[in-house]
């Protein structure tokens, strides 16, 4: 008689195989979270800056026309409160020679950041202010803004 031995293939993974991929997927995952909620900050604070800064000759054409940013609206310049989905857009200080436009986020990873771009006699300054919990960095800040 005769006895063939068989060899049989492994089919499948081991458990260990298998807890070492989840461990990798795990160190990778902690790695690119941070890299990652960075890059969405930067991104929305550069989304909200771009929408201030896209009315800004608006604003300086309706005070050539007008002579004073006392009494523009939104409306004058071709804009909504609600124009942009990460926040709220404002005109605030208005006075004869000086204004100011705020976008506030109110739905982003930055809630409660300010963008805030006011008239000077140089021209449009832009400055960010934020609660301490926010992610705002200067990595993160669009570029001209303090």
Request: glycine share 6%; aromatic share 6%; proline share 1%.
């Amino acid at each position: 008689m005769k006895q063939h031995n068989r060899v049989t293939k492994q089919q499948g993974f081991t458990l260990i195989e298998l807890m070492i991929v989840v461990a990798i997927i795990g160190v990778l995952t902690a790695v690119a979270m941070p890299a990652y909620k960075s890059y969405v900050t930067k991104s929305e604070l550069a989304a909200g800056s771009a929408t201030v800064r896209n009315l800004l000759t608006n604003i300086d054409m309706f005070h050539q026309e007008k002579g004073t940013y006392v009494g523009m609206t939104l409306a004058d310049i071709g804009a909504t409160q609600t124009m942009s989905g990460l926040g709220d857009l404002a005109l605030t200080d208005l006075t004869v020679s000086t204004a100011s436009a705020t976008f506030t986020f109110d739905n982003s990873s930055v809630n409660t950041a300010v963008i805030k771009y006011a008239k000077s006699s140089t021209g449009w300054v832009c400055a960010i202010t934020a609660n301490s919990a926010s992610a705002v960095t200067s990595e993160t800040k669009p570029k001209g803004c303090s």
